[in-house]
């Protein structure tokens, strides 16, 4: 019989273990190695996580986060939904529905408007799943990601590191303005917008200013959170991959997946610049990162935009994989709009 209950720190290794069962994706398969399953959690204000137990073993589990997002003008409470797996050999018996229906029942309880997930394209199965559990589809998004393989010239921009309250003020300003009409933004004070980049673990918030122009992209190293492991990729990554194995000694080459290997990467996000100048500061920006990357050892930098954000055209052009997906939406009162616009991607939901 399934029994389900809230998860506690003695469930980790458990948890960490069943993530080890239960890679993603088809094309891609990845399998996520986590040495604190909570790690992730630990980046929201409020979140929750249960667990699916079968005589004892824990067999299926899901995490869910409170928010208050902005959607089209109103600020509204959301219920993200993710780290949804079930133990391969427990699968097609109604697990993760039952999990689902927990979030679910919590998220009423506290009167949420709305609950979401992302799912990126070759996932069926939790698309079909939620679809049947009454969500849908609102909006696509992508993840440009560009692959590391040389240092570039930044030129005559400084770019700095937003560390005094005054900058972070200026960087959090600049961001309320760019995604002022986008769905999802989180609209704080520069305290609150301070304390929440201070928990992600951020690599930092860097901008860039100059003649009435600003730019800024923040970093997140998700190593802190996961390694990622590749068990498969596509022939043409597979070719690539060894065209760069045969190249790279000789001429720069960007450093692909390698089946078997791990993926070390870096998220960019809260992306965004001033419509004067603001395109050049960033692509330079976008440079000093990549730099900063080639010292880290990082693989790749990834993106997750809405495709009508203007930072994504020029993410995307440095882009060699860009993987597309869904955000889809459930709502429970009735304040939750039937469209949404552009949408603002919370780097901590990916
Ligand atoms: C997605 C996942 C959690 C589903 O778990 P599950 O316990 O097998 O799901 P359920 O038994 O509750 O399935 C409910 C419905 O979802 C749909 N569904 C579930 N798995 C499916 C699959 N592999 N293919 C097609 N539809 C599927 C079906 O409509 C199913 O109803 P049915 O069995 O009556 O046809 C599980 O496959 C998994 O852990 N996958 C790997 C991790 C992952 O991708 N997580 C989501 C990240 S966004």
Same mark, same amino acid.
Do not use: A, F, L
């Given at each position: 019989m399934i029994n389900l209950r809230e998860a506690g720190c003695a469930d980790n290794q458990a948890l960490s273990d069943l993530e080890m069962a239960c890679p993603q994706g088809k094309d891609v398969k990845l399998l996520l190695e986590r040495e604190d399953f909570f790690a992730r959690s630990k980046m929201y204000e409020r979140a929750h996580t249960f667990v699916a137990e079968e005589e004892g073993k824990v067999v299926g589990v899901i995490s869910c986060a409170f928010k208050d997002v902005n959607l089209n003008g109103a600020t509204l409470k959301a219920n993200y939904i993710y780290d949804l797996r079930v133990h391969p050999d427990f699968r097609r018996r109604g697990i993760a529905t039952k999990l689902v229906d927990a979030v679910e029942i919590l998220a009423r309880e506290n009167s949420v408007d709305f609950g979401y997930g992302f799912i990126v394209d070759d996932n069926t199965a939790p698309r079909k799943l939620l679809v049947k559990k009454g969500f849908s589809v609102k909006r696509r998004f992508e993840l440009p990601t560009i692959q590391i393989s040389r240092k570039r010239k930044v030129q005559k921009v400084e770019v700095k590191l937003a560390q005094s309250r005054e900058n972070i003020a200026r960087v959090s300003e600049v961001l309320s303005e760019y995604y002022? =009409?986008?769905?999802f933004f989180i609209s704080e004070s520069e305290d609150k917008y301070f304390d929440r980049v201070s928990k992600m673990n951020s690599e930092g918030v860097f901008y860039a200013e100059g003649d009435g122009g600003f730019a800024t992209v923040s970093i997140l190293d998700y190593s802190k959170i996961f390694n990622i492991c590749v068990l498969d990729l596509p022939i043409t990554l597979k070719l690539m991959g060894f065209l760069s194995y045969i190249i790279r000694p000789f001429l720069s080459f960007p450093n692909v997946p390698k089946k078997g290997g791990t993926i070390k990467q870096w998220y960019l996000f809260d992306v965004g610049f001033s419509e004067k100048e603001g395109e050049f500061l960033f692509q330079e920006l976008l440079d000093y990162v990549n730099n900063l990357a080639v010292d880290k050892g990082i693989d790749c930098l990834v993106c997750a935009i809405d495709?009508? =954000?203007?930072a994504h055209k020029i993410l995307s052009k440095r882009a060699l994989v860009k993987l597309q997906g869904e955000i889809i939406m459930k709502p429970y009162t009735k304040s939750v709009p039937n469209k949404i616009t552009k949408v603002y991607l919370d780097v901590r939901d990916l």
């Open positions: 002022r =009409n986008y769905s495709t009508g =954000n203007p």
